[in-house]
């Protein structure tokens, strides 16, 4: 059994920020942002808005196209380092979607590189486990956990959700012709958000006895990064991970029609393009408009390219993500 991507959709804010308006907050400008990153603006939830939200209205778009009913929907995964509820956002989007069977719904965490993992767990699921119609979200609000009086940090990210839908087939026709995926928690000390205290909080006195309980209620730190670092490791990881899915789909690169990267710097895309040798014709770039939506970049930038009609059917895309944990991986997809 195969499967194939059906739908996509996907959502941002409605609240836009510009480079001009983050100057007024932190010692930054325009002309440093767009040079070095190649993003002008970013989107940022406010109000009543939420990721559940963003994610269910990305999810709808992608079963409109798809013509598949939500009662249809047996699996959904939802790639998110930031849900509504630190129990998982997935479930909730399985209600705003009004899914009346109660389809297995659940988180992957796994920042930027997320929606790869997503898709790679959807076609697993249907191959193995008998699935027959996989949502892969891929929906992240950075803006809840960056430190907005940090420049090197803040002027980088934004939020969105973006969505696809995979359907099992009776033929082997499959839309996932090759992928190749990796995490290095050593490099974890150059991006993180971790939990403030946790190794001090409940401390053993010689005796057994409880020193100090209960524990102090605990809360995350802000990302944290060291961006050198992590140019470094997406220029290193990517280029090679992408050879190791198209060997493993056994295509040349020169059979790719585009290069859909994480969103995260211009400079990164055009590094792994450069070294690739895929001309900047067929890389696809939004990041101007919405910055690094983590987890959500890859599907709002391949919703607008299907939308556009830039991608279209039988279309060879080489997706890859990068990011916290340290993760990443690629596909080779063919939409
Ligand atoms: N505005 C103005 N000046 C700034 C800003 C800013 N926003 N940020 C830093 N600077 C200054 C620094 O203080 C430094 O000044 P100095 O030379 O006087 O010390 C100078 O600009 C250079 O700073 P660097 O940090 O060395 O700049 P760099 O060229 O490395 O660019 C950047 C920084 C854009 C963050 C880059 O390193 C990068 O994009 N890294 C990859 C980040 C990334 O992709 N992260 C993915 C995370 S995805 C996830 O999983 C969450």
Redesign the pocket.
């Known amino acids: 059994k195969g499967c194939k991507l059906i739908g996509c959709g996907s959502a941002v804010p409605s609240l836009k920020i510009s480079n001009d308006e983050l100057s007024k907050i ?4 325009d002309e ?2 767009s040079v ?2 190649g993003i002008r603006n970013r989107r940022v939830i406010s109000g009543k808005e939420s990721l559940t939200l963003l994610a269910s209205e990305a999810a709808k778009k992608a079963l409109e196209m798809a013509q598949v009913d939500a009662d249809d929907v047996d699996l959904i995964l939802m790639c998110t ?1 930031t849900p509504d509820d630190l129990f998982g956002g997935a479930p909730q989007v399985q209600k705003a979607l009004g899914c009346k069977k109660f389809p297995l719904s659940y988180d992957i965490t796994a ?3 997320g929606f790869v993992l997503g898709l790679v767990s959807a076609a697993c699921h249907i191959r193995g486990g008998g699935f027959k119609n996989v949502l892969v979200i891929g929906a992240d609000a ?1 803006s809840r956990i960056v430190d907005w009086s940090d ?7 934004g939020d969105a959700a973006g969505a696809v839908l995979i359907q099992a087939t009776d033929t082997e026709e499959d839309f996932l012709l090759g992928f190749d995926v990796h995490s290095d928690g050593d490099g974890n000390r150059h ?1 993180n958000a971790p939990l403030k205290g946790n190794e001090t909080d409940s401390e053993l006195g010689s005796n057994g006895s409880v020193l100090d309980f209960p524990p102090r209620r605990s809360s995350f730190s802000c ?1 944290q ?1 060291n ?2 670092e ?2 470094r490791f ?1 220029c290193r990881c990517v280029p090679q991970s992408i050879e190791n899915s198209l060997a493993n789909a056994g295509i040349p690169a020169s059979s790719i029609d585009w290069l859909l990267l ?1 969103q ?2 211009q ?2 895309l055009d590094a792994v393009s450069s070294r690739l040798e895929i001309p900047s014709e067929q890389v696809i770039s939004n990041l101007a408009n919405y910055g ?1 939506t ?1 987890a959500a970049s890859i599907p709002l930038a391949l919703d607008e390219s299907v939308r556009s009609g830039k991608v279209r059917p039988g279309h060879t895309i080489a997706a890859a993500g ?4 340290l ?1 990443w991986g690629s596909a080779i997809l063919r939409w």
């Open positions: 932190v010692d930054t400008n440093w942002i070095r990153t380092s920042a930027c590189s950075l420049r090197g940090t803040c002027i980088l990210f991006l990302v990064m961006g050198k992590v140019f997406a994480h995260a710097n400079r990164i690094n983590s990068f990011g916290a944990g993760t």
